[in-house]
């Protein structure tokens, strides 16, 4: 192979692998919203969510209807959902959600990441103090006027809306993810994004050389086709 057809070689293969963990993360939210509130997209509405992201990301229809069936528990996969905590370089929390069918191929990828990169696998719970889960949805503005989409979430039980980019991004306590759900639909809209995540209460600040080294773990988590989010607690860094 020529130095060319090997350059080829290399983006195509580092496409296929971006694909496949959109895709990896695309169905487990199929999977999850199934699991949750059912197979039927007219009365689940984070299926219906999950249903158009894969569509805009071209995923194939039989990966579809696999992870459907795995949310119905019908396709005896023995996919689990799992979580990891630990700490990067810098004392920096890291927060790790993985979807496997092979907990230890798992933990033994997510501990050597760790290890091997200046940081330390923890306990279970060892972050709760950090991280708060809270619902978050990301809804296009359209028609939407801005004052009045306000305070209707609000009234709803959301604490923050930002409109960047004519995105409004609407968080709120965990507890209050329906209420938001059902406000959005008597609003006629449908939200891009939609589901808990875990934002970090506390921030660590590091320098430039350990940022680095944070970037590089944090690259090989969501490198790994088991892993569908990453948490952290970088100063001044909003990706999750």
């Known amino acids: 192979m020529g130095r060319k057809s090997a350059k080829i070689a290399a983006k195509k293969g580092a496409a296929d692998k971006a694909k496949s963990q959109v895709y990896t993360k695309a169905l487990h939210d199929v999977a999850s919203a199934v699991k949750s509130g059912g197979g039927d997209p007219d009365t689940n509405f984070l299926l219906k969510i999950a249903l158009d992201r894969c569509k805009k990301y071209n995923v194939p229809k039989d990966n579809i209807d696999r992870a459907i069936k795995r949310g119905l528990g019908g396709d005896g996969e023995g996919y689990e959902d799992v979580t990891y905590e630990g700490y990067g370089p810098g004392g920096v929390a890291i927060f790790v959600e993985t979807s496997t069918n092979n907990v230890t191929r798992t933990v033994a990828n997510v501990r050597n990441y760790f290890t091997k990169n200046g940081g330390s696998l923890g306990k279970d719970g060892s972050l709760q103090f950090i991280f708060d889960r809270k ?17 209707e979430m609000i009234d709803a039980g959301a604490e923050e809306i930002e409109l960047e980019d004519d995105l409004f991004e609407v968080t709120g306590p965990m507890e209050s993810f329906g209420a938001i759900q059902n406000k959005l639909q008597e609003l006629g809209t449908s939200p891009e994004e939609a589901g808990l995540q875990r934002i970090p209460s506390t921030f660590k600040a590091v320098d430039e050389q350990t940022l680095e080294q944070l970037e590089k773990l944090i690259g090989l988590f969501e490198d790994d086709e088991d892993v569908v989010a990453v948490y952290h607690n970088i100063e001044g860094d909003s990706e999750n």
């Open 135 to 151: 619902a978050v949805f990301t809804v296009p503005k359209a028609e939407l006027d801005e004052d009045d989409f306000t305070l």
